[in-house]
């Protein structure tokens, strides 16, 4: 059963009229309605204890990607903090801090339950439908997230539906729709590395099964599809926020906020030539980072007035 403390402490922050049952397991668990092909990917995938060790551990952990994220959200000591497809806890172990509450939310089992082990409170809930009462967090974060989700603005609004005025709202490590859109030659060289990422076992690869199913939780990862500017500014901004999108491939840390994006490994420039992408451009940074505040209600009130 979930801990008594525990839950006590994630109780005024529950919606009252979605059921959960505690009694079953140790982590709180919200039924999902309608389990999709991507939820049972990702929570078979993310829920493998030796796939979700190996992205545990390859994914998300280095200095570069520290650096950009802590001069996103500042510390997060002290800080309501909700991370969406958690995972096994990825963000938490290389941000670190002191959180008043660090609530991870995930489909897999098996990846909350190591995400518990590093101080995550669990709640295995749908995305799409998440079971908390609105503005109450002081961040919240979806890092490599929407591209798991069905309907990735569905998902963005409702996590920007729980963030505080004050508040910030950051995703990052979703695939940028223009730097993806491979065509002729570049698309059959992207699809001719996955014979290679096997053959060398490359993380996320090291046999068929795992390649298989890491592929089928990427919903949104494909050639020609992924996250662009409009969709965080047209979903965003009339939910009240400021929105900024920063095009990086994830060379780069804090310079990402100065309009630097690095340059990509020489096999993404090379399928980007080939599909007539200029390698050199914002369009073909990778990922499309977006750092999103929630207006407080006073600079609410002036928005109305000056209208």
């Known amino acids: 059963m979930i801990k008594a403390v525990e839950y006590s402490t994630l109780k005024p922050y529950l919606a009252s009229n979605i059921n959960a049952d505690l009694d079953a397991q140790s982590i709180l668990t919200y039924p999902i309605s309608q389990k999709t092909l991507a939820i049972e ?3 078979y995938y993310f829920g493998h204890p030796e796939w979700a060790k ?15 994220w802590q001069a996103a959200t500042g510390s997060w000591d002290n800080k309501i903090v909700v991370d969406i497809g958690c995972g096994p806890g990825n963000l938490f172990a290389t941000l670190g801090g002191k959180p008043k509450l660090l609530i991870g939310v995930d489909v897999s089992y098996g990846g909350l339950e190591m995400a518990q082990s590093l101080g995550y409170t669990p709640v295995l809930a749908d995305a799409h ?7 109450f967090a002081d961040i ?3 890092n490599a997230t929407l591209h798991h989700c069905d309907q990735m603005d569905v998902v963005l609004a409702e996590a920007a539906r729980l963030v ?13 729709r223009s730097a993806w859109n491979f065509q002729g030659l570049g698309m059959w060289l992207w699809q001719l590395r996955l014979g290679l990422y096997r053959l060398i076992k490359r993380g996320g690869h090291a046999s068929a099964a795992e390649q298989s199913w890491g592929l089928a939780t990427e919903v949104h990862h494909r050639p020609g599809d992924g996250v662009t500017s409009e969709l965080f500014h047209t ?3 009339p939910l009240g926020f400021s929105v900024k999108t920063y095009p990086h491939n994830h060379q780069l840390g804090t310079e990402t906020f100065q309009g630097n994006y690095g ?3 020489l096999k993404y420039r090379f399928a980007q030539l080939l599909s007539g992408i200029n390698p050199n451009s914002s369009q073909a940074a ?13 600079k609410y009130s002036s928005l109305v007035f000056n209208l």
Request: net charge negative.
């Open 286 to 298: 990778l990922s499309l980072m977006c750092v999103a505040t929630r207006h407080t209600e006073l």
């Open 263 to 265: 340059q990509s490994e």
């Open 164 to 176: 505080r005025p004050g508040g910030i709202l950051i995703t990052d490590h979703d695939p940028h």
């Open 129 to 135: 439908n998440l079971p908390f009462i609105s503005g």
């Open 54 to 68: 190996n992205y545990f551990e390859a994914c998300h952990r280095n200095d570069i990607f520290k650096s950009r």
């Open 140 to 142: 919240v974060a979806v």
């Open 41 to 43: 990917a990702n929570s």
């Open 235 to 237: 979903i965003l901004e």
